[in-house]
């Protein structure tokens, strides 16, 4: 079947640690997409691909970086200079140019500072 | 620009009661409108959309919502909620003419009591 896969589900950083969690899509999807969700603040973009080898910044890229080396994959590096890491990030995906017909979600992965 | 306005962070009914969930937005562009729901620790799934076709939309599990654009507005309906209708609900814009880049709302969290 076709979707989104995140992983890991869960991640543990420790202060000052880089940590990259994975997206991988297999719906040929064009853009791609990373979301932070915090309690009552909704779904904030963090960055966002609609071709391989391009990206650009969201609402709160700043401590965040990605790559898009292949279609099907968009990793997110959560880096040292993210103060508050804590929050759950979900990746998601559209066919470029038809976002109006909805995207795709993965299951997320909650990352936690410790 | 556009933006979307969740006018309730909280919804209670008691199950067998209809479901009102509101959602207003706004848009320079003709919009796309979705509702998500989300249980806890999950991804995002689609519940319906509404891209310029009939103003009614029907969604999966028995819900509905209606494209108001006198009111901008976008209410997402359910005649009679179950238990397993409690989740967060989101609902997001995105505008033909944009960059379908969306816009969410900061969500709904719907509570049912038996």
């Known amino acids: 079947d076709g979707g989104i896969t995140q992983s890991p589900k869960y991640l543990f950083r420790k202060e000052g640690q880089n940590v990259t969690l994975s997206c991988e899509q297999n719906l040929n999807h064009d853009a791609m997409y990373w979301y932070r969700q915090d309690p009552g603040q909704g779904l904030r973009l963090i960055y966002y691909?609609?071709?391989?080898?391009?990206?650009q910044k969201g609402d709160i890229a700043e401590g965040y970086s990605v790559s898009r080396e292949k279609k099907e994959s968009f990793p997110l590096t959560v880096t040292s200079a993210q103060k508050n890491p804590t929050a759950f990030y979900l990746c998601?995906?559209?066919?470029?140019?038809?976002?109006?017909?909805?995207?795709?979600f993965g299951s997320g992965t909650r990352l936690t500072v410790v | 620009a556009q933006s979307v306005t969740q006018l309730d962070s909280h919804v209670s009914v008691s199950e067998g009661t209809p479901v009102l969930l509101r959602c207003n937005y706004s848009s320079s562009y003709s919009p796309s409108l979705f509702w998500y729901v989300q249980h806890p620790n999950k991804g995002l799934q689609l519940l319906l959309k509404y891209t310029s076709a009939a103003t009614l939309v029907k969604g999966i599990n028995g819900f509905e919502a209606e494209f108001k654009k006198s009111e901008t507005s976008f209410h997402l309906t359910k005649p009679s909620a179950h238990m397993s209708d409690a989740a967060e609900y989101f609902c997001?814009?995105?505008?033909?003419?944009?960059?379908?880049?969306?816009?969410f709302g900061r969500g709904t969290s719907l509570i049912v009591h038996p």
């Open positions: 691909s609609q071709i391989v080898n391009d990206f």
């Open positions: 997001v814009v995105t505008a033909s003419g944009g960059s379908y880049i969306p816009t």
């Open positions: 998601a995906s559209s066919m470029e140019g038809q976002g109006a017909y909805g995207y795709t």
